[in-house]
């Protein structure tokens, strides 16, 4: 209902005006001009989400390697806590603003710097390209938690005796490192894909440098005609993506099969203690470089950017409103995605008794919020605009339509985390369940629900912290007299408020911080060696 029912109010409105549909699909017209410029956006938006993708993956590589490798014997109790460590760390970037890391560096361009001289008395396109660069690199820095998380698994499959043959069997380091990357191929690739795919939907950064990408077009367009229909319309290449990604990752996680079923007797690979990965050493420093870049040297700049100390206070006192109100708002979406959290964990583990219904149910909820999850911003947000918010007329209730939108826009993380939690479940305790049929309620809450919900309330903290961060949805559905925080660090890093950036920035980053290690206490047991 969440999401099914924005999704028909825009198809109704598309079908409702065919002329102002057909002529906003007219644009795309063979040999029109305006075609070229819609073309050269969806061109130059794929180059640079695909470019993120790519460095993103790469970023994230050495941290996986670590996380398999560190507190793997899982008997002692100092085990269980490095993974807990290990999910602080790895969440501790993307729970920030996905803007901070490129603000944080941006100031090492600024007046009086080494390198803002060097651009100060360049030709203004290598400014320009400057802060595209800085955007990709800002970007690839929140993004990278997201490939290690992707490619966890996989790398988990991996065996240490496979890793001795190689060791024995490759000549040389670099056939060494060459054959485990094509091991590791399709982890690497969906890694890529799927962040890719996210930035295809929105990157502030890339607005604030000035990359005129697709979804900008559309935002322009929104301005130009004024008409939601006009917007929905034009956006059809980045629908259609959203939709055939969100299909093809829905089989995908919904087609793993966990280990035990294939084969229950078998040994899970992870037993040894001990770092036994190639080249530990220099893995451990890159994953520690990659964690400093993306949230110690970013707080760093910003510390030394700020002037004056009581700019960190009044930063809470100028904007106690719209921290509340952001707060009301996150506190809402972490509960939504609570709720979808235990539902897709309950529906997942009532599929695999077999029944129909339950499986339909699952794919149909699965789709849907993973083509909430990836389509663009400013078409969730106008979406539930134009359907929750205008519903909820009374201005009291109003923030709960941009609480649907912030959780429809992170609903990527209480599914995959209902779904991994369903996977943990012991294949004697589900096939007991099964025997006797005790597929209620009660009974998946006493059987597994009570020992692991903790988990699910990792994932509605995480998407609470996203919500406090998100722009591109509330742009569209925040109503008049509701305050946003994250629009405020917005303005600040929109007209270089620098002062003001720095304490916020510093705020939101302690704040994030404690956040992040709550989430990684709660998430972390989904790092246990299976």
Not at 390 to 399: E, I, N, P
Not at 422 to 431: M, S, Y
Not at 505 to 528: H, K
Request: net charge positive; hydrophobic share 55%; charged share 15%.
């Amino acid at each position: 209902m969440l999401v099914a029912w924005p999704a028909a109010v825009v198809v109704w409105d598309l079908v409702s005006s065919p002329a102002e549909a057909d002529a906003s699909s007219s644009s795309w017209s063979t040999g029109s001009s305006s075609a070229r410029a819609w073309a050269v956006a969806l061109a130059r938006s794929m180059l640079y989400a695909g470019l993120i993708g790519l460095f993103a993956t790469l970023m994230g590589w050495p941290a996986a390697w670590f996380i398999r490798s560190w507190g793997r014997d899982d008997s002692h109790r100092p085990g269980a806590w490095r993974r807990h460590v290990a999910a602080a760390l790895v969440l501790s970037p993307l729970l920030m603003p996905s803007y901070l890391a490129y603000a944080g560096w941006g100031f090492l361009r600024g007046p009086g710097t080494l390198l803002g001289d060097f651009l100060g008395g360049r030709e203004p396109w290598v400014n320009i390209l400057a802060g595209q660069v800085a955007a990709v690199w800002g970007l690839a820095l929140w993004a990278w938690p997201i490939a290690t998380l992707v490619m966890l698994p996989r790398l988990r499959r991996i065996d240490d005796e496979s890793l001795d043959a190689l060791r024995m069997f490759a000549r040389g380091r670099w056939r060494l490192w060459r054959s485990i990357s094509r091991v590791q191929s399709p982890a690497l690739l969906r890694s890529a894909v799927l962040i890719t795919l996210i930035m295809l939907g929105s990157a502030i950064p890339l607005h604030v440098a000035q990359v005129e990408t697709y979804t900008n077009e559309l935002w322009k367009r929104l301005q130009l005609t004024g008409s939601a229909r006009d917007m929905w319309a034009a956006s059809w290449p980045t629908i259609a993506v959203a939709g055939l990604a969100a299909w093809f990752v829905m089989r995908s996680i919904l087609t793993t099969r966990r280990a035990d079923e294939h084969n229950p007797d078998a040994e899970q690979p992870g037993a040894a203690g001990g770092i036994r990965a190639p080249a530990a050493l220099w893995v451990r420093a890159l994953a520690a470089i990659v964690w400093l870049a993306s949230v110690v040297a970013p707080a760093a700049l910003f510390a030394y950017s700020l002037r004056q100390r009581r700019s960190l206070s009044e930063f809470w006192t100028f904007n106690t409103q719209a921290l509340l109100d952001s707060a009301s708002v996150a506190l809402v979406a972490a509960a939504l995605a609570f709720a979808l959290c235990m539902l897709v964990w309950f529906v997942r583990a009532e599929s695999a008794s077999g029944r129909s219904p339950a499986r339909a149910t699952l794919r149909l909820t699965t789709l849907l919020f993973l083509f909430a999850a990836l389509a663009p911003g400013i078409l969730i947000g106008a979406a539930f605009e134009r359907s929750w918010l205008s519903t909820l007329a009374d201005g009291r209730w109003s923030f709960l339509a941009v609480a649907g939108a912030h959780a429809a826009r992170f609903a990527l993380v209480p599914v995959v985390v209902g779904l991994a939690l369903a996977a943990i479940e012991g294949r004697d305790l589900r096939d007991a369940r099964r025997q006797h049929g005790s597929w209620s309620l009660r009974s998946f809450y006493l059987a597994h629900a009570r020992a692991n919900w903790p988990v699910a309330l990792g994932a509605a903290l995480a998407v609470g912290c996203l919500s406090l961060h998100e722009i591109e949805a509330a742009v569209m559905a925040q109503p008049p007299g509701l305050d946003s925080l994250a629009r405020t660090v917005l303005d600040y890093l929109h007209f270089a408020r620098d002062e003001q950036l720095s304490a916020a920035a510093l705020n939101l980053l302690a704040v994030g911080s404690l956040f992040a290690c709550a989430a990684g206490l709660l998430l972390g047991r989904l790092l246990r060696p299976r």
